[in-house]
């Protein structure tokens, strides 16, 4: 069994930063493909960010130039570093990842538990 953890989160004014980590812990050969979502209240969960194992990353337009997703391969962790947040980057935000988990080819995705981040203005 695979879990990814988030951690990070918190109260930050606008203009400053944060960097969330999702440890992924468990029988875990290595991290195929990553993302960090986010959900606002009210709204639906959207994608900030992803990378493949190739290093191909990508960004949502209302996020590029601010965050960055990187991972640490040897400790299992997905980061996301975060610029210059503004109040409309307050939400839960959520990691994900593609693992393979046996040397047959077997993988397993899913979500870790989300972590709170409020910008304030």
């Known amino acids: 069994q695979v879990q990814l953890v988030e951690s990070g989160g918190g109260l930050v004014n606008a203009g400053g930063s944060l960097r969330l980590s999702c440890a992924a812990s468990g029988r875990i050969f290595s991290i195929n493909e990553m993302g960090w979502y986010r959900q606002a209240p009210g709204k639906e969960r959207e994608l900030v960010a992803e990378?493949?194992?190739?290093?191909?990353?990508s960004y949502a337009e209302s996020v590029k130039g601010r965050f960055t997703i990187s991972s640490d391969n040897a400790k299992n962790m997905i980061y996301l570093q975060m610029n210059e947040l503004k109040p409309a980057d307050t939400a839960v935000y959520y990691c994900?990842?593609?693992?393979?988990?046996?040397?047959?080819?077997?993988?397993?995705w899913g979500w870790g538990q989300g972590t709170q981040v409020t910008v304030s203005s």
């Open positions: 990378s493949t194992s190739g290093g191909v990353s």
């Open positions: 994900n990842a593609l693992v393979s988990i046996g040397s047959d080819g077997a993988t397993w």
